[in-house]
C-alpha cells in the first residue's frame, strides 16, 4: 500500500480513504475502500479473492464486479460543478477550466449549468492530487 496516496477519493462512492481502507482495483487502477483491518472500523467498496490459477489475491472494485449497475448513471451520480466542488473539495472555477479543455468530461445544459458525474469527478481528483 502506498501511503502517498492514502486520502484519496474512493473510485465508487467518492469519499476520502484512509490507509487502512484503500485498495487499487486490477481493473480499473482507481482507489477504493477495502477495509483490511478487523479491529478498526472502515467500508468495503469492493472485493479482494485469491485466484485459484495464480495463487494470487486479486482486487476489484464494486465498478468493476458490478458494470451493468454501473453502466447508466442514475440521478444521484449526476453533480452541478457546486455539488462536484464539495463533493472532492476543488474549486469549481478549477472544475470549469478542466470541462473547458477537455481534461474532465462535463457538459453545459440548457440554463448554462455544467454537469459531471461522480465517478469523472472523483477520477480528476484522485489525477491532480
Known amino acids: 500500500m502506498n501511503t502517498e496516496t492514502a486520502g484519496a477519493l474512493c473510485i465508487v ?7 487502512h ?26 472485493e479482494v479473492w485469491i485466484n485459484e490459477d495464480h495463487q494470487a ?3 476489484a472494485c464494486n465498478t468493476c ?7 447508466a448513471p442514475g440521478l444521484d451520480d449526476i453533480l452541478d460543478l457546486g455539488e462536484a466542488s464539495s463533493a472532492v473539495g476543488i474549486s469549481e472555477e478549477t ?16 440554463g448554462g449549468t455544467v454537469i459531471v458525474t461522480r465517478r469523472d469527478v472523483v477520477e480528476f481528483a484522485n489525477r491532480q492530487a
Open 95 to 110: 472544475l470549469l477550466v478542466a470541462v473547458e479543455q477537455g481534461t474532465l468530461a462535463g457538459r453545459r445544459m440548457a
Open 57 to 59: 489475491l486479486e482486487f
Open 65 to 71: 464486479l458490478y458494470p451493468e449497475e454501473a453502466a
Open 13 to 19: 462512492c467518492a469519499e476520502a480513504t484512509e490507509e
Open 21 to 46: 481502507t484503500e485498495a487499487f482495483c486490477n481493473a480499473c487502477g482507481g482507489v477504493y475502500h477495502l477495509n483490511q483491518r478487523a479491529d478498526l472500523p472502515g467500508k468495503d467498496c469492493g
